[in-house]
T-cell receptor, first 108, second 112 residues
Framework: ELKVEQNPLFLSMQEGKNYTIYCNYS?????LYWYRQDPGKSLESLFV?????AVKQEGRLMASLDTKARLSTLHITAAVHDLSATYFC????????FGTGTRLQVFP | EAQVTQNPRYLITVTGKKLTVTCSQN?????MSWYRQDPGLGLRQIYY???????DKGDVPEGYKVSRKEKRNFPLILESPSPNQTSLYFC???????????FGQGTRLTVV
């Protein structure tokens, strides 16, 4: 059974700091997605990673994929309050399997 | 505007009373799925459909039914809802297996 583990589950960080969210998965896949969810809202696609070594950046967020290590990272640079949300990774085999999410809170 | 539309957004019902949550997408996507989201468990797939008249069970299909009579619609049916089906439900669609999924706004269901 495919397992997708994210850590940390909760992250409280100060504005201006850097941090990384990790997504480990247990089976072979070269397709991984990152989503953002604001409280009470739907999921918004952030990044689509389709090959080993893929790196995507958007603003203060950068995502990467290492299919050999079965690991994806979401790096946050100089966090701001607007980044407060829950972040999910999802691994694509014949269906999307989601991690449990990382709830990020950025405070002044 | 490309979107996935779910209805209703909020629903409170009683145990055993059949209900249907509708999902419609206007992107001509092949794949559609239903997920439920529960605290600490992430999103778990209930059912998915790869095309019209083609559906399959996800990880937590018990107590749910689906149908895909038209490409754009993928309703979720709870024949006899129970309190453990209280959850936040999302419908999603995607063009194929190598593209991102687009999610509906969610349906918050409470079964009392």
């Amino acid at each position: 059974e495919l397992k997708v583990e994210q850590n940390p589950l909760f992250l409280s960080m100060q504005e201006g700091k850097n941090y990384t969210i990790y997504c480990n998965y247990s089976t072979t896949s070269d397709r991984l997605y990152w989503y953002r969810q604001d409280p009470g809202k739907s999921l918004e696609s952030l990044f689509v990673l389709l090959s080993n070594g893929a790196v995507k950046q958007e603003g203060r967020l950068m995502a990467s994929l290492d299919t050999k290590a079965r690991l994806s990272t979401l790096h946050i640079t100089a966090a701001v309050h607007d980044l407060s949300a829950t972040y999910f990774c999802a691994v694509d085999t014949d269906k999307l399997i989601f991690g449990t999410g990382t709830r990020l809170q950025v405070f002044p | 505007e490309a979107q996935v539309t779910q209805n209703p957004r909020y629903l409170i019902t009683v145990t055993g009373k059949k209900l249907t949550v509708t999902c419609s997408q206007n992107m001509n996507h092949e794949y559609m799925s239903w997920y439920r989201q529960d605290p600490g468990l992430g999103l778990r797939q209930i059912y998915y459909s790869m095309n019209v008249e083609v559906t399959d069970k996800g990880d937590v299909p018990e107590g749910y039914k689906v149908s895909r009579k038209e490409k754009r619609n993928f309703p979720l049916i709870l024949e006899s809802p129970s309190p453990n089906q209280t959850s936040l439900y999302f419908c999603a669609s995607r063009n194929d297996r190598v593209t991102e999924a687009f999610f509906g706004q969610g349906t918050r269901l409470t079964v009392v």
